[in-house]
């Protein structure tokens, strides 16, 4: 045990004797396998903040069924009645004028504007929630409520909602296959870089096989590199992600500040941060794997 | 130690180096094995540490079988022996106390073991002072004395040397085979490949000739 930890301590040390040895071409990869990185990471923080943004946002088939302005109460009592009885809906929420009113003074910014009114200009409604998602069926329950008596709008609340979870749906597909496609490249990188290192030490590999080095001993320092290649490349990417977020975020600031809001463009969670680094330190193994495989069994002393 | 019984080797594309090699070397023997250029000798010495299996016939190694030995076991093999060649086989981008060093990363010895280790090595083949020097500022005797210090590093048991006096000058040479004695004094096998014949007759050891493709004593 302990030699085998004294084997893997010097393994480690060569690989970074040789990180040291060759600075700029280090630095380098780092810096492509960083920027590489730093897209699907990006995108996945982006996401991140998105979800955040809407998370309260009902996913849902939800109706808004606003009745006339000039609809009275009993109106509103007698279509409650009527749409409790429809087996096409699992629930409903009457929300009177009054206390729509009040929800729209408590929204930021517009309650001196609600004040300057001087009277209610807005309807009684209905919150409704169909018992079927089916678009057909829905589309028809929208039609039927639009010719009840009172009614003067129907709003398919929950559409962009939907289509939103769609669009975030396919926006992370889309981020999952370019960090798939970007984590191939990431091996290549990988791969090359170890194959050429391999080339470099041809001779010291095959003096080591010649006086007694196990193929395991001589495949270790290759592996640690191609790991610290993807553990720096992991670094940079986020070093890269939070300069851009923090750079995007001024604007973004404003922006959201203009419509009351605080919203921010939010860095990777602790632990995410920390997947990406040992997602990609992982790839880094992976391609020193592949490469040392391929051209390690190919040296042999002669 | 070495025991050869029929052994052949004949090379991809039909060459034949070695026909029917039969010989055995006993433990703390000092032998030299003879023959022109281009005889085999090279060959059969790449038999002992399974740098070439054998066609047919058993090569014997501290009493393994080398022909059948897996590929896993082969660098176990090889730390028990203590190989020399002609070229020497040194890292130029290390200095000397790491060349000798190298052969003992493998084993299991903690770093100051191994490092006693290295410098009494250099100091027997006389080199110790030179430690910190790289291998390309040492001479082609340093250099050949520097290879025989990483061969007994790991104290083997057979010390297996092919052309070792091939590039030096005669004092050089003589200097070398004296180190070989050397070790053989204390115990260690030793089977030393040369065409030199001088060096054969000063040292009036055991001489193992190849000629046609056999071992004539």
Known sequence: ?302 | MISFSSVAKRYPGGQEALRDVSFSLAQGEFAFLAGHSGAGKSTLLKLIPAIERPSSGTVLVNGQNVGALKKAAVPYLRRNLGLVFQDQKLLYDRSVFDNVMLPLAFGDLGGREAARRARAALEKVGLLARERANPVQLSGGEQQRLAIARAVVNRPALLIADEPTANLDAAAAVSVLEIFAAFNQVGVTVLVATHDEALITRFARRVLRLAKGGIIE
């Open chain 1, 1 to 302: 045990m302990k030699s085998w930890l004294r084997h893997h301590r010097q393994a480690l040390a060569a690989a970074l004797g040789k990180v040291a040895a060759q600075k700029a071409a280090a630095a380098l990869n780092a810096l492509v396998i960083g920027i590489a990185l730093s897209l699907p990471a990006g995108g996945y923080a982006l996401l991140g903040s998105l979800r955040a943004a809407t998370a309260g946002a009902p996913l849902e088939p939800q109706f808004s069924v606003f009745m006339r302005a000039d609809a009275k109460r009993a109106e509103a009592d007698a279509l409650a009645a009527r749409l409790k009885g429809d087996a096409r809906l699992r629930g409903l929420r009457f929300v009177p004028r009054e206390q729509a009113l009040k929800e729209l003074q408590a929204s930021e910014g517009l309650a001196e504007v609600v004040a300057a009114l001087g009277r209610n200009p807005l309807p009684d409604a209905f919150v409704l929630r169909p018992a079927s998602g089916d678009p057909a069926a829905l589309e028809a329950l929208a039609s039927d409520l639009r010719n009840l008596p009172g009614v003067a709008h129907v709003q398919a609340d929950s559409a962009w909602a939907r289509r939103l979870a769609a669009l975030t749906g396919t926006a992370r597909l889309a981020i999952a296959l370019l960090a798939a496609l970007l984590a191939f490249g990431l091996v290549a990188i990988t791969f090359n870089t170890i194959r050429l290192q391999i080339l470099t030490l041809r001779a010291e590999i095959e003096i080591s096989k010649l006086i007694g080095a196990t193929d395991a001993f001589i495949r270790r320092p290759f592996f640690y590199l191609g790991a610290l290649q993807g553990l720096s490349g992991g670094l940079v990417a986020l070093a890269i992600l939070w300069g851009s977020l923090s750079a995007l975020n001024v604007g973004v600031a404003e922006l959201a500040a203009s419509y009351g809001s605080g919203f921010r463009l939010a860095f990777l969670e602790p632990g995410d941060a920390l997947a990406v680094v040992l997602f990609s330190a992982g790839l880094g193994w992976f391609g020193a794997y592949l490469s040392v495989s391929k051209y390690l069994l190919e040296i042999e002393p002669k």
